[in-house]
């Protein structure tokens, strides 16, 4: 069992940079692998990132990529998604989810969720 609890969202301009972070508590948090997944509205949720439980492989959506890096301190049990050259299309609620060690990129398989936080993008 663990707990996440996302941060770092806000209102920002297209072009700006800003990293949010996700803090774990409860079960030993190396023990999982992680991921960040969006959701606009009328929009489903969608895989962002996910990285593995020491940091070790990551994956990306191919829009993310070269913008958005996942990152994981796992002394301080956080996991973080910086966002660089945001654009307002990235305005959505970011969720932090946890799952068994191994990869993915389907929602279905995170066992946990935290209660998101909002990035809104202005043009």
């Known amino acids: 069992q663990v707990q996440l609890v996302e941060s770092g969202g806000g209102l920002v301009q297209a072009g700006d940079s800003l990293r949010l972070s996700c803090a774990a508590s409860?079960?030993?948090?190396?023990?999982?692998?992680m991921a960040w997944f969006r959701q606009a509205p009328g929009k489903e949720r969608e895989f962002v990132a996910a990285i593995s439980r020491i940091g070790g492989s990551t994956y990306y959506r191919d829009s993310m990529k070269g913008r958005f890096t996942i990152s994981r301190d796992n002394a301080k049990n956080t996991l973080y998604l910086q966002m660089n050259t945001v654009k307002p299309e990235d305005t959505a609620v970011y969720y932090c989810?946890?799952?068994?060690?191994?990869?993915?990129?389907?929602?279905?398989?995170?066992?946990?969720w935290g209660q998101g936080t909002q990035v809104t993008v202005s043009s």
């Open positions: 989810a946890a799952r068994p060690p191994g990869i993915s990129y389907d929602s279905t398989s995170y066992d946990y």
């Open positions: 409860g079960h030993t948090f190396s023990s999982y692998a």
